[in-house]
């Protein structure tokens, strides 16, 4: 089963505005981790947040934690056409479960 | 260079002729994991090993084995693969076992066709 979901599915902006998605999971997380995967390639890891962590920033990116919401959220500032991609949020300790994704289209 | 390879990168097979999809990294990582990616399901875990000799089940792990006799490799074997199974595959490491506060350093992934 699939614990996390992201939205929207698809997100298409202009180079320079912020994009920003969300990911919901329905039980309870000590981690929580964000991947991006460039056109069928192998996913690489951005960034993880602890369950007692709200905000986290790594350059332009900030992913928020609301565990009484089981949701996060990632927002990219500033976009470039090099972050067109499709994002992941992923759960669990040893057994991993990834959302479908939101794909990010970044317009010149 | 440390990196996870996945082979083959491509493959078209028929129903029923068993095949295998290695994967090998060489960071000295304790857990691998199998996922398939198809198009509006995302990522589905298929089997993980948190060392040597000790695998279990992911979310879809019907129609696959796995074995885990050396610690860099961790084989995905289809013994009789269906069309069901085309799909893009991926494998994962990452340094220790509780894969969850690990980075996970995917291979680059291995697209099968089962005709």
């Known amino acids: 089963s699939q614990q996390g979901e992201e939205d929207p599915q698809a997100l298409s902006i202009q180079e320079g505005e912020n994009a920003t998605m969300n990911c919901s999971y329905k039980t309870s997380i000590n981690n929580l981790q964000w991947y991006r995967q460039n056109s069928g390639r192998g996913l690489v890891h951005l960034i993880l947040i602890r369950s007692n962590e709200r905000e986290k920033h790594s350059g332009r990116l900030r992913v928020t934690l609301d565990t009484s919401k089981k949701s996060s959220s990632l927002l990219i500032t500033a976009s470039r056409a090099a972050d067109t991609a499709s994002y992941f949020c992923?759960?669990?300790?040893?057994?991993?479960?990834f959302g479908a994704g939101t794909t990010v289209t970044v317009r010149a | 260079e440390a990196q996870v390879t996945q082979n083959p990168r491509y493959l078209i097979t028929v129903t029923g002729k068993k095949l295998t999809v290695t994967c090998s990294q060489n960071m000295n990582h304790e857990y691998m994991s199998w996922y398939r990616q198809d198009p509006g399901l995302g990522l589905r875990q298929i089997y993980y090993s948190m060392n040597v000799e000790v695998t279990d089940k992911g979310d879809v792990p019907e129609g696959y084995k796995v074995s885990r006799k050396e610690k860099r490799n961790f084989p995905l074997i289809l013994e009789s693969p269906s069309p069901n199974q085309t799909s893009l595959y991926f494998c994962?490491?990452?340094?220790?076992?509780?894969?969850?506060?690990?980075?996970?350093?995917f291979g680059p992934g291995t697209r099968l066709l089962v005709l």
């Open positions: 992923a759960t669990g300790d040893y057994k991993l479960s």
């Open positions: 994962a490491s990452s340094f220790r076992w509780l894969a969850g506060e690990e980075t996970q350093y």
